[in-house]
């Protein structure tokens, strides 16, 4: 990394409070076929919720209050859940189950949510730029639902906080083993006066050997300019043939424009990856261990299991 370079502030009291959020959900979940060939991927439990549910409450705990899912075909079920489902609800609340019944009211109750469907999945950027008559002309966050963030580590809290003072977009980041850059967008760094905060100077999407600027991949959390979109609008089909954000955000952080910084967020917490089978497992293993109920006993069967299949395999 370079010198570290003096952060240029922005006045913040006369931006608006960053109300909106929008969650890419169009993608056709192909790594857990046959699984998602009815079920949207989104909709895969992680535990007792839906991986979307535990994206959304994150946002609304950041004050997000105004949250658009970009959906696709075969993701009704996506609206289902966050609506309310009467008949269950009554059903319930006849036999006296309150506690479930709250269960089945809770996804639907914390803000109003919006759809938009992208016709054609064409990646991340795309899913973007069809959020753009909803967002119009101030800074939102995007929550990408592969990622679970932990909600004790308050990452989106940090994000618009970094976004309010520096203005810009900002990019949540976090060191990754070398070996497994090449499955994440990758950040090209300079440091800034603040430990957890750097410059973004370039990124490149999924990058092939000896393509990779450092060993820091972006998550799926961003706060984003809205000259975003006319970015995104410009830019011809990246990796994998998709639009992808990671060349937008590169494009703005090439242009070292001082009206719309790119900055990234160090995150050195919780994050769970459900994005593929084998990440989804240890998330719902890490996930359990801690969870208030079922961590205790889970804890113990899993040591027992565990010991049990090392005599085993020894
Ligand atoms: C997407 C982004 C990538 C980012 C990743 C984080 O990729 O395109 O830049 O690093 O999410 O999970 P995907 O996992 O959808 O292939």
């Given at each position: 990394?370079q010198?570290?370079?003096?952060l240029?502030?922005?006045e913040?009291?006369?931006?608006?409070t960053l109300?909106?959020?929008?969650?890419?959900?169009?993608?056709?979940g192909t790594r857990?076929?046959p699984?998602?060939?009815?079920?949207?991927k989104?909709?895969l439990p992680?535990?007792?919720?839906?991986?979307?549910?535990?994206?959304?409450?994150e946002a609304?705990?950041?004050?997000?209050?105004n949250?658009?899912?970009?959906?696709?075909r075969?993701?009704?079920?996506?609206?289902?859940?966050?609506?309310r489902?009467?008949e269950i609800?009554?059903a319930l609340?006849?036999?006296?189950d309150?506690?479930?019944a709250?269960?089945v009211?809770?996804?639907s109750?914390?803000?109003?949510?919006?759809?938009?469907r992208?016709?054609?999945p064409?990646?991340?950027?795309?899913a973007?730029l069809c959020a753009?008559a909803?967002v119009g002309n101030?800074p939102?966050a995007?929550l990408l639902?592969?990622?679970l963030i932990?909600?004790?580590?308050r990452l989106l809290?940090?994000?618009?906080?970094?976004?309010?003072?520096?203005g810009g977009?900002?990019?949540?980041?976090m060191?990754?083993d070398?070996?497994?850059?090449?499955?994440?967008?990758?950040?090209?760094?300079?440091p800034t006066?603040?430990?957890?905060?750097v410059?973004?100077t370039?990124?490149v999407?999924?990058?092939?050997?000896?393509e990779?600027?450092?060993a820091c991949?972006?998550?799926?959390?961003?706060?984003l300019h809205?000259?975003?979109?006319?970015?995104l609008?410009?830019?011809?089909p990246?990796h994998?043939?998709e639009?992808?954000l990671?060349?937008?955000?590169?494009?703005?952080a090439?242009?070292r424009?001082a009206?719309?910084?790119?900055?990234?967020?160090?995150?050195s917490g919780r994050r769970?990856?459900?994005?593929?089978?084998?990440?989804?497992?240890r998330?719902?293993?890490?996930l359990?261990?801690?969870?208030?109920?079922?961590?205790p006993?889970?804890r113990?069967?899993?040591?027992?299991?565990?010991?049990?299949?090392?005599?085993?395999?020894?």
């Amino acid at each position: 990394m370079q010198r570290s370079e003096p952060l240029q502030k922005t006045e913040s009291a006369s931006l608006p409070t960053l109300s909106k959020a929008v969650i890419p959900a169009a993608g056709l979940g192909t790594r857990f076929l046959p699984a998602t060939k009815a079920l949207p991927k989104e909709m895969l439990p992680v535990i007792d919720k839906p991986a979307i549910q535990y994206v959304v409450e994150e946002a609304v705990a950041a004050g997000l209050d105004n949250i658009l899912v970009v959906t696709g075909r075969n993701k009704r079920l996506l609206e289902d859940h966050f609506d309310r489902n009467l008949e269950i609800e009554e059903a319930l609340a006849r036999k006296g189950d309150e506690a479930y019944a709250d269960q089945v009211r809770e996804p639907s109750e914390p803000v109003a949510l919006h759809y938009i469907r992208q016709g054609t999945p064409k990646g991340v950027g795309h899913a973007i730029l069809c959020a753009r008559a909803h967002v119009g002309n101030e800074p939102f966050a995007v929550l990408l639902g592969d990622d679970l963030i932990d909600p004790r580590d308050r990452l989106l809290d940090r994000m618009t906080a970094v976004q309010r003072q520096l203005g810009g977009s900002v990019v949540a980041l976090m060191e990754v083993d070398p070996h497994d850059i090449h499955l994440y967008g990758c950040a090209a760094i300079a440091p800034t006066e603040e430990g957890d905060v750097v410059r973004i100077t370039g990124l490149v999407e999924k990058p092939g050997p000896g393509e990779a600027p450092s060993a820091c991949a972006v998550i799926g959390r961003f706060v984003l300019h809205p000259g975003i979109f006319d970015v995104l609008h410009g830019i011809p089909p990246g990796h994998g043939g998709e639009i992808q954000l990671t060349d937008a955000l590169d494009s703005l952080a090439r242009s070292r424009s001082a009206r719309a910084p790119v900055h990234g967020v160090l995150f050195s917490g919780r994050r769970y990856d459900t994005g593929d089978r084998a990440d989804y497992l240890r998330s719902i293993v890490r996930l359990a261990c801690e969870h208030d109920d079922l961590g205790p006993d889970f804890r113990a069967w899993l040591t027992a299991f565990v010991s049990h299949h090392l005599q085993e395999t020894s």
